[in-house]
């Protein structure tokens, strides 16, 4: 099933377990391509709040305030790597983590893979986000 995702499309074939928070594959309309690079939850200050779902925030937080800086939304969002230190948290948090997303990123749900890890750069930080973002060129179409 393809869907118009803003100004891209999402690609989630019937054959595959339907998507829930996250897109199969996205489907990027041409245009300029913004990588960013993976965002924690620490503040502007350096410092890290407790707990999963505070560094989530502020981690998607830190991306928006990226791609608002590249001159890009949410919207443009192509693909995305979530990584966490804390496998566990993130399952049993999943009603609270979604709730964080939609407060930040709306309903937009791009191609995004989900990783449990040791450890990241900070041994504090329990989440890291990786993204890929494509600006349309105007009338251009996914």
Do not use: K
């Not at 496998?87 to 709730?99: D, Q």
């Amino acid at each position: 099933m393809t869907q118009p995702d803003g100004p891209h499309r999402s690609v989630n074939p019937d054959g595959l377990l339907p998507p829930v928070g996250f897109a199969h594959a996205t489907v990027a309309a041409a245009g300029r391509t913004i990588h960013l690079g993976g965002q924690t939850g620490h503040r502007g200050d350096g410092d890290l709040d407790d707990g999963l779902v505070a560094q989530f925030d502020q981690a998607l937080a830190n991306l928006v305030e990226v791609l608002t800086a590249c001159g890009a939304e949410p919207h443009h969002l192509v693909s995305m790597a979530i990584y966490t230190t804390d496998m566990a948290t993130y399952r049993a948090e999943a009603r609270a983590l979604g709730e964080v997303w939609r407060a930040r990123l709306g309903r937009h749900y791009p191609a995004l893979a989900l990783f449990g890890v040791m450890e990241l750069h900070d041994p504090r930080a329990l989440v890291e986000i990786v993204s890929t973002a494509v600006i349309p060129q105007a009338g251009t179409d996914a």
